[in-house]
């Protein structure tokens, strides 16, 4: 006798569900959070946290590079630049243990990224890949994931938490997505964490080979985007 009156509300909780889970509801909480973060990092700077408030004492050994590496993860999702967190994984850690921990933060902040872009954003934003150049960059990414990754990877100028965002919306998969991030971060990453890890001798092979990679490549970034600006003025 009463079931005709539980049905508004049951249809009422059905609308709502659909509501809060629709595309742009979930493309909305995608920039909440993105924004929360940045404003956070902005406000407390915990890539300084990292670096100098470390808790070396306490923790030592594999149980510190492990919980670097996943404090620079969560760094690097909420867009804390990666060359302080190399910097720091090598004056920590040394060359060798620094290069791991920094490896594997780079590779679980992309995952969480690209996670958070596949999950909260893709299906909002897919609709509106339009024009020659998105299109093309779509079609890139979908049909050549592990290719053109390991060369947004290689290429030091394409912002670490952009690219990743920016992949989760293609239609790329984990495992070249990650595989890609992993093997293409290996240079630069290197060349940070072994310049924080040389630091305090700026005269040594090491440390001089690392900082001319640095420079090398800046500049080639930096050539590269003139060029492409350029172009697109042109054009």
Not at 71 to 87: D, E, K, S
Not at 108 to 130: E, K, S
Not at 136 to 144: I, K, N, P, R, V
Request: aromatic share 8%.
């Amino acid at each position: 006798m009463f079931e005709p009156a539980s049905r508004p509300s049951a249809g009422l909780a059905v609308r709502a569900t659909r509501v809060l889970l629709s595309p742009w509801s979930r493309l909305s909480l995608l920039v909440f959070v993105l924004a929360a973060a940045g404003t956070l990092v902005v406000l407390y700077e915990p890539q300084r946290l990292l670096s100098d408030g470390w808790p070396t004492a306490q923790l030592g050994g594999a149980a510190a590079v492990l919980l670097y590496a996943v404090a620079y993860g969560a760094c690097t999702a909420a867009f804390v630049p990666r060359p302080i967190l190399n910097l720091a994984a090598g004056a920590l850690f040394g060359s060798q243990a620094g290069l791991v921990s920094a490896l594997a933060g780079t590779v679980l902040g992309a995952g969480i990224a690209f996670t958070l872009g596949r999950l909260l954003g893709q299906d909002a934003l897919r609709p509106l890949l339009r024009g020659r150049v998105l299109t093309a960059a779509d079609s890139q990414l979908s049909g050549h994931g592990f290719r053109s990754m390991l060369a947004i990877r290689l290429f030091p100028g394409i912002p670490f938490a952009a690219a990743n965002y920016c992949a989760a919306v293609s239609r790329m998969g984990y495992t070249p997505f990650l595989l890609a991030t992993a093997v293409g971060s290996i240079p630069n990453t290197a060349a940070y964490v072994v310049a924080g890890a040389r630091a305090g001798s700026p005269t040594s092979p090491a440390f001089l080979i690392a900082m001319g990679f640095i420079v090398i490549t800046g500049l080639i970034a930096a050539a590269v985007a003139w060029r492409k600006r350029h172009g697109l003025r042109g054009a």
